[in-house]
């Protein structure tokens, strides 16, 4: 099984709506990040989590909010959705922080009418 | 700027040949340094880290010179699977925590 797993791995909504992306994962790890990826860009980081009480920023977070619920899971919310929020999302998950290994798991495609 | 630079290519190459490329980077603090692959529409993966004397995995050489700001890869006698995009990976450290930019990636696609 997949360490690090991500639902929907698909998803298509509409502009307005409300749309959450969970993920989960079983490597043990404190810390968890959320990324989009767009043609042409990096990636770029929208928020990130060092353990369950702890919640940061990225350089991306507006029109993004988060939620830890536990170690293992850590959810990203649209709060109402917009065409440029059309994406590819990627959870990750680090064991000591940004200048260790980020393993990443299989991604959502966002598409938003 | 972009705090990560790559040339997007594609890198056509055959197969059994060498191919290397560069990626720079504007912070002059910047710490470590990864190489990621990823696979069309996949997640990325790490494939190696670069360390400063410069490091190799196989068929896979990586280099760091931080007087021009650059990391390198090179790949010798590619094989049909070493198609891939491969993403530069930068952290630097800012006042209260690392920063980490990806650059877009090169494509590398090698031919039979």
């Known amino acids: 099984d997949a360490d690090v797993t991500q639902t929907p791995r698909n998803r298509i909504t509409k502009t307005g709506k409300r749309i959450m992306l969970e993920c989960s994962q079983t490597?043990?790890?404190?810390?968890m990040y959320w990324y989009r990826q767009d043609p042409g860009l990096g990636l770029r980081l929208i928020y990130y989590?060092?353990?369950?009480?702890?919640?940061n920023k990225g350089e991306i977070s507006d029109g993004y909010s988060v939620s830890r619920q536990a170690q293992a899971k850590f959810s990203l919310s649209l709060e109402s959705a917009i065409p440029n929020q059309t994406a590819l999302y990627f959870c990750?998950?680090?064991?000591?922080?940004?200048?260790?290994?980020?393993?990443f798991g299989p991604g959502t495609r966002l598409l938003v009418l | 700027r972009k705090e990560v630079e790559q040339d997007p290519g594609p890198f056509n190459v055959p197969e059994g040949a060498t191919v290397a490329f560069n990626c720079t980077y504007s912070n002059s603090a910047s710490q470590s340094f990864f190489w990621y692959r990823q696979d069309c529409r996949k997640e990325p993966k790490l494939l190696m880290s670069v360390y400063s004397s410069g490091n190799e995995d196989g068929r896979f050489t990586a280099q760091l010179n931080r007087a021009s700001q650059y990391i390198s890869l090179l790949i010798r006698d590619s094989k049909l699977s070493d198609s891939a995009t491969y993403l530069c990976v930068v952290t630097a450290r800012t006042s209260n925590d690392y920063k980490l930019s990806f650059g877009a990636g090169t494509t590398v696609t090698v031919r039979a």
């Open positions: 990750a998950t680090s064991d000591a922080g940004f200048q260790e290994t980020q393993y």
């Open positions: 989590s060092f353990d369950v009480k702890d919640i």
């Open positions: 490597k043990g790890h404190d810390r």
